[in-house]
């Protein structure tokens, strides 16, 4: 791969990633920003398309109008022969019923902004975009496994005085869990590419 270009709202996470990188001296081949996804059609050389986008636990994080802009701006900037990988968690339930329980039933990890698979396709088909793959991986059952060790290990580091952070992830992983058990959420992972 000759470029790789990683944006992200996290200047921390941007930190690690350049410090990482120019330890393996690979500088001249990555480049960050700092920016929010719906501005992908800002970064630079937009003349070169991108072959491979890979969105994993993005989406959710995302308000409606933001991943409808960046899935559309997004489509600009992509090779006609280019992937589009999503990896999201993804409620099982009506979109109408999603976007008006955003108050009433707050979901840390989607900032309370709900998708199911027929909204995140329809967007993506709307953007001009063909989905090839739309399946449930990892299994509810390996997610919850990986949760509750979450949950274990934070509870064993920290027994007290919970970083913030921690204890936010730790809630997510205790707010999903019986969603996952009962299948009203899945994680999906999602390939498309351009329609031709």
Excluded: W
């Amino acid at each position: 791969c000759e470029l790789v270009e990683e944006l992200n709202i996290s200047r921390t996470q941007l930190d690690y990633s350049s410090d990482l990188i120019r330890r393996e001296g690979l500088e001249g081949r990555v480049r960050f920003y700092l920016c929010n996804t719906q501005d992908v059609d800002l970064l630079p050389d937009p003349e070169i398309p991108f072959d491979l986008v890979n969105m994993r636990g993005v989406i959710e994080h995302l308000t409606y109008e933001n991943f409808e802009r960046t899935i559309g701006n997004l489509a600009k900037r992509m090779d006609s022969d280019g992937k589009l990988v999503i990896s999201a968690v993804l409620y099982r339930l009506p979109i109408e019923t999603l976007r008006t329980s955003q108050l009433t039933n707050l979901d840390l990890l989607a900032c309370n902004h709900k998708k199911n698979q027929e909204y995140v396709t329809e967007v993506l088909e709307g953007a001009g975009f063909e989905v090839e793959i739309f399946e449930e991986m990892p299994k509810a059952e390996d997610v919850i496994t990986r949760f509750q060790r979450i949950r274990s290990n934070i509870i064993l580091e920290f027994p007290v005085d919970t970083p913030q952070e921690f204890e936010e992830f730790r809630g997510i992983a205790e707010s999903l869990t019986p969603k996952l058990e009962v299948g009203v959420v899945k994680v999906y992972n999602i390939v498309a590419r351009l329609k031709h």
